[in-house]
């Protein structure tokens, strides 16, 4: 795991929403315990959910807002810089340096507070839909998921499963082929365009069954983005919507997931999206989890391919070059 870039990949923890001034929140991220304090200001620093003394869990201990103590012996730590205060076993004594906490990157996006605890961080996922359409979004989760986060960015960008998994929604026998579509690596990115796929549901808002045209991104390797717009006669552009999920691992094999939609009407209920996703997203976990092996199979020779899944290769080759070990079968 020394080297895998993974480190340097930056991960939602927290709903921007929840983490109010005053506040803590502990998560768990690539094998790892961490927390995110925000100060009584709205300051927000994350550092390992450690004592530096010996090795407690911090976040069993006491926040007022401004101090974080540990529940082991005591120890004070200032909630915006992470500098030792006090130890109660020696009063009188000023706390050398080091005994202070170390925050790691944070920053605000999407609606999320996002995380890098490696040493070079890598952008965070493009997301334009988001931006586009300001206050338009609805973020949904995170859902825990027992699979690598490769396996679950590779389900989202595959449509022959649609009229399996999601039947009677994105797909319905017998219309089960997949037309060709286009793969490119565009700055760095994975771009798939020209998806098309003839779906009986295909979002809150759809009266009847009709094509649907997606694009697919992914310029972060456990996360995706989709756009899908529908076709004249379930209200075209109008009824378009966007969603980016992105799998934080917890550790290898247990991801918390995230999902955010975005959708051009700006008169839409977006609420109805949230419970349209969450039956989709169950349906998606259920068949996720029951994959093996659960790291995903980066040669080549390892699974039986066909045609429709032109996306799911490019993204093996995609991480490759990305140096992505963590959650495929490099790794295990
Ligand atoms: Fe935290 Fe001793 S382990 S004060
Ligand atoms: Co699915």
Not at 41 to 69: E, K, Y
Not at 265 to 294: K, M, W
Request: glycine share 8%; with cysteine; hydrophobic share 35%.
């Amino acid at each position: 795991m020394v080297g895998d870039r993974i480190f340097d990949e930056w991960f939602p923890v927290a709903d921007a929403a929840v983490v109010q001034p005053g506040t803590w929140h502990p998560f768990d991220l690539l094998d790892d315990r961490y927390v995110l304090v925000c100060d009584r200001l709205g300051a927000v620093m994350v550092t390992r959910d450690t004592c530096p003394h010996r090795g407690a869990q911090l976040s069993l201990g006491s926040f007022d807002g401004a101090t974080i103590q540990c529940p082991y012996h005591g120890w004070q730590f200032d909630g915006s810089t992470g500098q030792c205060n006090h130890r109660p076993a020696h009063p009188t004594q000023i706390p050398p340096d080091f005994a202070a906490l170390r925050p790691v990157p944070s920053q605000m996006a999407y609606g999320l507070w996002w995380v890098c605890v490696g040493g070079s961080p890598r952008n965070l996922p493009d997301f334009q839909a988001f931006t586009a359409h300001p206050g338009q979004s609805i973020a949904l989760g995170p859902k825990l998921v027992r699979s690598s986060g490769p396996r679950i960015v590779e389900n989202f960008l595959d449509m022959a499963h649609f009229p399996f998994v999601h039947a009677d929604y994105l797909g319905q026998v017998p219309f089960t082929e997949v037309p060709e579509y286009d793969v490119a690596v565009l700055d760095g990115a994975l771009a798939l365009t020209n998806c098309v796929f003839w779906q009986p549901n295909p979002g809150p808002t759809s009266t009847q069954g009709g094509n649907v045209t997606y694009k697919y991104g992914v310029s972060h390797p456990y996360a995706a983005n989709l756009t899908k717009i529908p076709n004249d006669d379930n209200g075209g552009e109008l009824a378009g919507f966007s969603i980016m999920i992105v799998a934080t691992p917890m550790s290898e094999l247990v991801c918390q997931v995230w999902n955010i939609t975005t959708v051009a009407d700006p008169s839409a209920d977006l609420a109805s999206y949230n419970e349209f996703q969450e039956i989709i997203f169950g349906q998606d976990t259920r068949t996720v989890e029951s994959q093996r092996p659960q790291r995903l199979p980066l040669d080549g020779r390892a699974e039986v391919h066909q045609r429709a899944d032109k996306a799911s290769l490019a993204y093996r080759k995609w991480l490759t070059h990305r140096g992505i070990r963590y959650g495929t079968s490099l790794n295990a």
